[in-house]
């Protein structure tokens, strides 16, 4: 599966912040985590923790924790050079092994976007 190079020099701590909201579409998951959306329905098939809610015409909605799982896996593979299968297995043997310094730096930046709002 090629790679597009621009999203994979963009690393996970870099990425925009999530904002707060329930649902996303395949779309703002697709610019959350520079991954294209056919990436993400590729995903969706291998790894078993990857379960966004669906509605009416198959339309899929993606939750926080979908995204940090995306992110995590975008990370393993764009970032450490882990295969699908090797990526699969390292999340398996922690759960969803969703906590990281990347995330630590994700919460920094929503925090620091929530403070400017709130200046």
């Not at 297995?89 to 403070?115: M, P």
């Amino acid at each position: 599966m090629s790679h597009d190079p621009a999203s994979i020099e963009i690393k996970v701590s870099e990425l925009p912040p999530i904002p707060s909201k329930r649902y996303f579409t395949i779309g703002e998951v697709s610019k959350l985590c520079v991954v294209k959306p056919h990436v993400l329905r590729y995903w969706e098939q291998e790894f078993a923790q990857l379960k966004p809610v669906t509605r009416r015409g198959n339309r899929r909605y993606y939750q926080h924790h979908d995204i940090k799982l995306i992110r995590k896996i975008r990370g393993l593979l764009y970032e450490e050079g882990f295969t699908i299968t090797g990526a699969r297995h390292k999340l398996g043997k922690k759960g969803q092994g969703v906590s990281s310094r990347a995330d630590i730096s994700e919460v920094r930046r929503e925090l620091e976007s929530l403070i400017k709002e709130l200046s």
